[in-house]
């Protein structure tokens, strides 16, 4: 596999690198591997802090900046970062009126946030959590580590950054978040595997003829293999179980994403078939993104992330944003 | 007979753990490949290598401090879920310790059920769930029933390694309930599972250590 990389044990610190001379309105903390804003803001308000393995770009650097994230953690690729690093991100953005950590749920992830946030706590550091499940394709929660946390994230860390910077206080802000993970699901597939740099192969095989329903974001088996199809039917695969799982009917901020080895007018083209079928299933599409927002590598394929909203949610969702991944109003 | 363990065994016993994860870290990442990421064998070794690393830059003289010295060092070298995992293993067994020098029989197998209490705390682990609980909870059971049967140290952590050991070959026909393993459901079952067979290096070589220091 080909990649634009020099030693593959580097990568997440020339990556970083690049971050820092190309984005000069973020501060990067290359021991800890942490992308904080240049100018912090205004003290008293809360502060949002996420992060976990390398990977997914722009998730989650990318989202640091005036109306998302204050400080995003970056663990190696596909591993979730280490209790002590994501201390000091959270120590580094604290503005004295406390600090969210979002969490995508996976074993390792919520392991280290959870220590980290009592490490916080003994420092005096108020520490509020939510941890995000949205993945419909883990069908069964009760004997497995839950839901992963995929595409909802993204939603997620914009609609609590815009509550953050309003000035709301941590109580209401988990609760805004806790309810965000509530009324939002997905559900990805894969055309391709992808590839670990420091693997130097495809996580796993498969066939040219053949596509992957249900993955995550790490290159983990999804729920079933099935010959390709043409993407009519792969938006039905993946409108259908979101819909089977939660009444979405109303107005709704859907995300088509690319995984990060799809074109744009691939993306587009899905965009307009799930648009058509979530429209006729009663869901009023109130705000879109289309592109690559939480990706896996060079993993060919998208995802499909439907959040209910309502006139809050789209005024947050409206809110000024600054980011390198995400930018409107500002 | 031997009455108790002191820090230069415990200090011993993290060498051997050293030793051992490195040498069977292709075996350990084997078994999570089958099933998890590919990575446990890597981690672990590195995450042993710093705390050696660190220990040998001055090691704290009580059991405590070294105990909680290994706990904090995985904790922010290993990453994933093994990291919090055996660094919460580690910190309550040196909370349970205290600031001693040696610990006798009694006392190790309350830091070792500390740990274990910890590891179930952190992890929500329940046995049969396929993880390192499968190893750790019949050999702390194990040593706890030696002590109580007049067992001295050698022959209790003895009792201990081996009741992991089985604990582990146990895991292999379960279907895992946690981790990332859990995702593959009926496919799981067939693989050990990697977390007990590093916790079971864990007490193997806790039993070379205490049978070497009271030679």
Same mark, same amino acid.
């Given at each position: 596999?080909?990649?634009?990389?020099?030693?593959? +044990?580097?990568?997440? !610190? &020339?990556? #970083?690198?690049?971050?820092?001379?190309?984005?000069?309105?973020?501060?990067?903390?290359?021991?800890?591997?942490?992308?904080?804003?240049?100018?912090?803001?205004?003290?008293?308000?809360?502060? @949002?802090?996420?992060?976990?393995?390398?990977?997914?770009?722009?998730?989650?650097?990318?989202?640091?900046?005036?109306?998302?994230?204050? +400080?995003?953690?970056?663990?190696?690729?596909?591993?979730?970062?280490?209790?002590?690093?994501?201390?000091?991100?959270?120590?580094?953005?604290?503005?004295?009126?406390? @600090?969210?950590?979002?969490?995508?749920?996976?074993?390792?992830?919520?392991?280290?946030?959870?220590?980290?946030? &009592?490490?916080?706590?003994?420092?005096?550091?108020?520490?509020?959590? @939510?941890?995000?499940?949205? !993945?419909?394709?883990?069908?069964?929660?009760?004997?497995?580590?839950?839901?992963?946390?995929?595409?909802?994230?993204?939603?997620? &860390?914009?609609?609590?950054?815009?509550?953050?910077?309003?000035?709301?206080?941590?109580?209401?802000?988990?609760?805004?978040?806790?309810?965000?993970?509530?009324?939002?699901?997905?559900?990805?597939?894969?055309?391709?595997?992808?590839?670990?740099? +420091?693997?130097?192969?495809?996580?796993?095989?498969?066939?040219?003829?053949?596509?992957?329903?249900?993955?995550?974001?790490?290159?983990?088996?999804?729920?079933?293999?099935?010959?390709?199809?043409?993407?009519?039917?792969?938006?039905?695969? #993946?409108?259908?179980?979101?819909?089977?799982?939660?009444?979405?009917?109303?107005?709704?901020?859907?995300?088509?994403?690319?995984?990060?080895?799809?074109?744009?007018?691939?993306?587009?083209?899905?965009?307009?078939?799930?648009?058509?079928?979530?429209?006729?299933?009663?869901?009023?599409?109130?705000?879109?993104?289309?592109?690559?927002?939480?990706?896996?590598?060079?993993?060919?394929?998208?995802?499909?992330?439907?959040?209910?909203?309502?006139?809050?949610?789209?005024?947050?969702?409206?809110?000024?944003?600054?980011?390198?991944?995400?930018?409107?109003?500002? | 007979?031997?009455?108790?363990?002191?820090?230069?065994?415990?200090?011993?016993?993290?060498?051997?753990?050293?030793?051992?994860?490195?040498?069977?870290?292709?075996?350990?990442?084997?078994?999570?490949?089958?099933?998890?990421?590919?990575?446990?064998?890597?981690?672990?070794?590195?995450?042993?290598?710093?705390?050696?690393?660190?220990?040998?830059?001055?090691?704290?003289?009580?059991?405590?401090?070294?105990?909680?010295?290994?706990?904090?060092?995985?904790?922010?070298?290993?990453?994933?879920?093994?990291?919090?995992?055996?660094?919460?293993?580690?910190?309550?067994?040196?909370?349970?310790?205290?600031?001693?020098?040696?610990?006798?029989?009694? /006392?190790?197998?309350?830091?070792?059920?500390?740990?274990?209490?910890?590891?179930?705390?952190?992890?929500?682990?329940?046995?049969?769930?396929?993880?390192?609980?499968?190893?750790?909870?019949?050999?702390?059971?194990?040593?706890?029933?030696?002590?109580?049967?007049?067992?001295?140290?050698?022959?209790?952590?003895?009792?201990?390694?081996?009741?992991?050991?089985?604990?582990?070959?146990?895991?292999?026909?379960?279907?895992?309930?946690?981790?990332?393993?859990?995702?593959?459901?009926?496919?799981?079952?067939?693989?050990?599972?990697?977390?007990?067979?590093?916790?079971?290096?864990?007490?193997?070589?806790?039993?070379? /250590?205490?049978?070497?220091?009271?030679?």
């Amino acid at each position: 596999m080909k990649k634009l990389i020099n030693n593959p +044990a580097d990568v997440l !610190d &020339e990556s #970083l690198r690049g971050v820092a001379l190309a984005h000069p309105e973020l501060s990067v903390d290359f021991e800890n591997h942490v992308i904080t804003r240049a100018t912090p803001k205004d003290a008293g308000k809360v502060a @949002v802090v996420s992060g976990g393995g390398s990977g997914h770009e722009p998730l989650h650097g990318g989202y640091v900046g005036p109306g998302m994230l204050d +400080a995003a953690v970056a663990g190696e690729v596909f591993t979730s970062p280490t209790p002590d690093r994501v201390q000091a991100a959270t120590k580094a953005v604290d503005r004295g009126a406390g @600090v969210l950590h979002i969490v995508k749920n996976y074993t390792g992830d919520v392991l280290n946030f959870e220590m980290a946030a &009592e490490l916080a706590e003994m420092e005096g550091i108020e520490v509020g959590t @939510v941890i995000v499940d949205d !993945d419909v394709a883990v069908q069964d929660s009760l004997y497995t580590a839950g839901r992963r946390g995929v595409g909802l994230t993204v939603l997620l &860390e914009k609609l609590v950054g815009a509550a953050a910077e309003e000035g709301q206080d941590l109580a209401s802000i988990v609760e805004l978040a806790t309810r965000i993970n509530g009324q939002g699901r997905s559900m990805g597939m894969a055309l391709t595997s992808c590839t670990v740099p +420091a693997a130097g192969k495809p996580t796993f095989d498969l066939p040219d003829d053949q596509m992957e329903i249900g993955i995550g974001i790490h290159g983990e088996p999804g729920r079933h293999r099935e010959p390709l199809a043409p993407a009519s039917e792969i938006a039905r695969q #993946l409108v259908e179980p979101i819909l089977a799982d939660l009444d979405l009917t109303g107005p709704a901020i859907v995300m088509l994403n690319g995984m990060g080895g799809s074109p744009l007018i691939e993306l587009y083209l899905m965009y307009g078939e799930v648009a058509a079928l979530l429209e006729k299933a009663g869901v009023q599409i109130a705000r879109t993104l289309v592109g690559d927002y939480i990706t896996s590598l060079d993993m060919a394929g998208c995802s499909l992330t439907v959040l209910k909203a309502d006139d809050e949610l789209l005024r947050l969702w409206d809110a000024p944003v600054n980011t390198p991944g995400l930018r409107w109003g500002a | 007979m031997m009455a108790s363990v002191d820090t230069a065994a415990l200090l011993d016993w993290i060498h051997r753990f050293r030793d051992v994860v490195t040498e069977k870290r292709d075996w350990l990442t084997e078994l999570d490949s089958a099933i998890g990421d590919a990575d446990h064998g890597a981690n672990m070794a590195r995450g042993m290598d710093a705390v050696v690393a660190k220990l040998d830059a001055g090691a704290p003289a009580t059991a405590d401090e070294l105990l909680k010295t290994v706990g904090m060092t995985l904790v922010s070298s290993v990453g994933g879920a093994s990291g919090p995992l055996y660094g919460t293993l580690f910190l309550r067994m040196g909370m349970s310790a205290g600031p001693v020098t040696e610990l006798d029989a009694t /006392a190790l197998a309350a830091s070792l059920r500390a740990g274990l209490d910890g590891i179930v705390a952190r992890g929500k682990a329940e046995a049969g769930d396929k993880t390192m609980f499968d190893a750790m909870a019949p050999a702390v059971d194990a040593l706890d029933a030696a002590i109580a049967g007049g067992a001295d140290l050698v022959a209790a952590t003895e009792a201990a390694a081996q009741a992991a050991a089985a604990g582990r070959d146990a895991t292999l026909p379960l279907v895992a309930r946690k981790g990332r393993a859990s995702y593959l459901g009926e496919r799981s079952a067939g693989h050990l599972d990697p977390g007990s067979a590093s916790t079971t290096l864990l007490l193997e070589t806790l039993a070379q /250590a205490t049978a070497d220091s009271s030679r």
